[in-house]
């Protein structure tokens, strides 16, 4: 199950991943916002951090106006790792390095074409395992 949230500058994008995911048949809980009415972004982050972290969800997809603010408030989570990604060389490495259970994007800074390609490269490629990737992982939620 992907968990999506988003704000008003995120709204239309993800409406098109919806679609995408609906054409895919794969399942998603989406976490608001409903509409493209100004809201606050941490709301829809800590929406979809909390559904993964509590097992809900394995992934989720995040979307502001820049993919920032919506990403530094998931990353405040212990377990959560929201990566900020524009293009699929980042979307592949972080699920390969960082095993990144965030993808989040900006929605005034990616068009729909590359977003779309972004998250079938996120969502389709697995952590490497690598014992390397896993020590530094494991120093990040480390104090
Ligand atoms: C909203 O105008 C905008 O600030 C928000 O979508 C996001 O870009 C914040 O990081």
Same mark, same amino acid.
């Given at each position: 199950?992907? @968990? +999506? #949230?988003?704000?008003h500058g995120g709204y239309e994008l993800k409406q098109e991943i919806r679609k995408h995911l609906?054409? !895919? /048949?794969? =399942?998603?809980?989406? *976490? ?5 009415? &100004?809201?606050?972004? =941490?709301?829809? @982050? /800590? ?12 992934? #989720?997809?995040?979307?502001?106006? %820049?993919? $920032?603010?919506?990403?530094? %408030?998931?990353?405040? *989570? ?7 990604? &524009?293009?699929?060389? &980042?979307?592949?490495? %972080?699920? +390969? ?6 993808? @989040? ?5 990616? #068009? =729909?074409?590359?977003? +779309? /390609?972004?998250?079938?490269? *996120?969502?389709? %490629? =697995? *952590? &490497? ?9 494991? !120093? $990040?939620?480390?104090?």
């Open positions: 199950m992907i @968990a +999506l #949230g988003c704000d609906d054409e !895919q /048949k794969i =399942p998603y809980k989406d *976490f608001g916002c409903d509409s493209m009415e &100004s809201t606050d972004y =941490p709301i829809y @982050a /800590k929406r979809v951090a909390k559904a993964i972290l509590s097992g809900e969800c394995e992934k #989720g997809i995040l979307i502001c106006g %820049t993919g $920032i603010g919506i990403s530094i %408030t998931a990353n405040k *989570f212990k377990g959560i790792r929201a990566a900020l990604c &524009s293009d699929c060389f &980042s979307a592949e490495a %972080t699920r +390969l390095h960082n095993d990144a259970n965030i993808l @989040a994007m900006g929605g005034r800074v990616v #068009g =729909p074409g590359l977003a +779309l /390609k972004i998250v079938d490269t *996120f969502l389709n %490629t =697995p *952590f &490497s395992g690598d014992e390397r990737h896993i020590r530094r992982i494991e !120093q $990040i939620e480390s104090e």
